[in-house]
């Protein structure tokens, strides 16, 4: 296929006519009378070879093939309008638009919060949005970075994407209070024998794989997709939970808790935000990572947090 026979304007026509099933309102949606996106499908399905809209009844419904190519035209659509909205130059204080950026509760807990304070003194023009990562960010990891600003994940997780490193953090277990147990530490047999609570997401894996190679399947009683509701599920329970030291800190007035020290030397963590390369001489991802990195590097060492 020769990309440079192609009308890239189809690629507007296919995604509102997949997502519309009906010409005149597709038409309507990008500001075309009802004849141009009839003739936009025709080549649409010319090109093709296939239906794409088929009529059933009163109405229309997508080939198989139309129902594969909906989600595929909206990441290109996305790709295509990042890729052309890329700026030379970014003045941060004059500039209005809005990024979007992929985290945990975590991350936009312990390091989103205070690079959103400091977008707001600087660049009061500029809006950040952050959305929950999905489960599906591991197997389909381009798709995702294809359609949003950045993604903050530690390393370890997922690679081949450029990144830049933001801050470190520790893993630390939090215990109820009146644990009837645990006292003082807790041991590795403790991590075999009493119930947890797991973050229920894949992509904490580098702690577990940990666990796994020294022999410890954790017992899980309860899952949650939100690191900021383990140490309420721990909370006046046997229950223990792996959690990042940071958020441990922040989260300490809100449940009778203590932090408990892993029986082991447990991996570090570094969080990283994570792009697309069609963002990376982009001025304003210039402007935005930039940033992010200084809000990093302000952050408190974790061993001021963790002491």
């Known amino acids: 296929m020769n990309l440079a026979s192609l009308d890239l304007n189809l690629v507007v026509a296919l995604r509102v006519l997949l997502e519309e099933r009906n010409v005149t309102r597709a038409g309507q949606r990008v500001g075309l009378s009802q004849p141009a996106m009839s003739a936009a499908l025709f080549r649409l399905r010319k090109h093709f070879d296939d239906e794409l809209l088929a009529r059933v009844g009163g109405h229309y419904e997508l080939t198989a093939l139309g129902q594969v190519l909906l989600d595929r035209t909206a990441t290109a659509y996305d790709v295509l309008e990042r ?22 509760d975590y991350a936009v807990s312990v390091f989103g919060a205070e690079l959103a304070r400091v977008v707001h003194e600087e660049a009061p023009g500029i809006r950040l949005r952050f959305t929950q990562t999905p489960p599906t960010v591991v197997d389909d990891t381009a798709t995702l970075l294809s359609a949003v600003d950045g993604l903050l994940m530690p390393h370890g997780v997922i690679s ?24 003082d530490g807790l041991t590795r047999r403790d991590l075999a024998e009493l119930p947890w609570v797991t973050y229920q997401r894949t992509y904490d894996a580098p702690a577990v794989r940990q666990l796994g190679m020294l022999g410890i399947e954790p017992r899980v009683e309860a899952s949650v997709d939100s690191f900021q509701l383990l140490p309420l599920l721990v909370a006046g329970t046997r229950r223990i939970a792996l959690i990042q030291a940071r958020l441990a800190r922040l989260l300490a007035p809100i449940a009778p808790v203590r ?4 029986p082991y030397e447990a991996v570090p963590l570094q969080e990283a935000l994570w792009w ?27 061993n001021d947090v963790w002491q």
């Open 276 to 302: 697309h390369p069609v963002h990376t001489h982009d001025a304003a991802h210039v402007w935005l990572r930039e940033t992010a990195e200084r809000v990093g590097a302000g952050l408190p060492q974790v």
């Open 83 to 104: 890729l052309f909205s890329s700026q030379a130059s970014f003045d941060p204080a004059r500039e209005s638009r809005e990024f979007k950026l992929v985290a945990s």
């Open 259 to 262: 932090l408990v020290e892993p």
């Open 160 to 183: 081949g994407f450029p990144a830049t490193d933001l801050y470190d953090d520790q893993w630390v277990f939090v215990v109820a209070d009146d644990h009837p147990t645990v006292t």
